[in-house]
């Protein structure tokens, strides 16, 4: 009897995307064996201010960039496809009909799992997923006070320290600093050829 397909999510506005999305998207990979890893950019991300959002089109590119050699890793362009904000209850639903029986692995960060309770149905999809739950400054993550245990499947990703931000780098991007070291030579030079977050 075939295993069924363990397929990780990893959403987000990315905004650039820098090497500690990638890390880890690593981490989850590896740790949790996934067949693959979605790296899913939101089109509008209905929680945060779209004052710095860059364009859709740039964000996928530096994306694809980012994980261009990196085993596993596939691109999905559902949410920038989709007209309106970005709901995961909408990306979860379509993937369950396109991949019957696959197992869906949900990776977030520790912020987002302890207010997951706001995101537009997340009490009817949190049974549909594994969560995958980066793990920062050796505190243990928690849910949303409503959220008890057993009602959500939940696994901490061991995560190494990188005190990469989207929105430090935007500044650096605009004070004139190096960020190459911080989002990897490919995308860091197409923010420069595209003047990205410089205003």
């Known amino acids: 009897m075939t295993a069924p397909r363990r ?3 990893f959403g987000g506005s990315f905004n ?4 500690a999305h990638l890390a880890l998207a690593r981490v989850a990979r590896d740790t949790l064996a996934l067949d693959e890893l979605r790296w899913l950019p939101a089109g509008l991300p209905w929680q945060k201010p779209a004052g710095e959002l860059a364009p859709a089109e740039h964000r996928l590119a530096m994306v694809r960039l980012l994980v261009a050699d990196e085993p596993g890793c596939v691109v999905d362009e559902r949410e920038l ?7 995961t209850v909408d990306t979860l639903t379509e993937l369950r009909a396109e991949q019957p ?13 302890a207010r997951i309770d706001t995101w537009r149905d997340a009490a009817q ?6 969560f995958a739950v980066a793990a920062r400054h050796g505190q ?36 004139g ?6 989002v990897g030579p490919e995308v860091a030079r197409y923010i420069d050829q ?4 410089r205003v």
């Open 177 to 182: 600093e190096d960020i190459t070291p911080l």
């Open 81 to 87: 496809q989709r007209a309106g904000p970005s709901y």
């Open 194 to 197: 595209h003047r990205l977050y």
């Open 7 to 9: 397929i990780g999510l």
């Open 125 to 130: 999809w949190r049974s549909w997923v594994q």
């Open 140 to 175: 243990p993550p928690q849910p949303p006070a409503d959220w008890q245990a057993g009602s959500h499947r939940l696994v901490v990703l061991p995560l190494p320290e990188h005190p990469i931000s989207a929105t430090h780098i935007r500044q650096q991007v605009r004070a």
């Open 16 to 19: 650039p995307p820098h090497r």
């Open 101 to 113: 029986g696959a197992e869906l692995v949900l990776v977030i960060g520790q912020d987002q799992y």
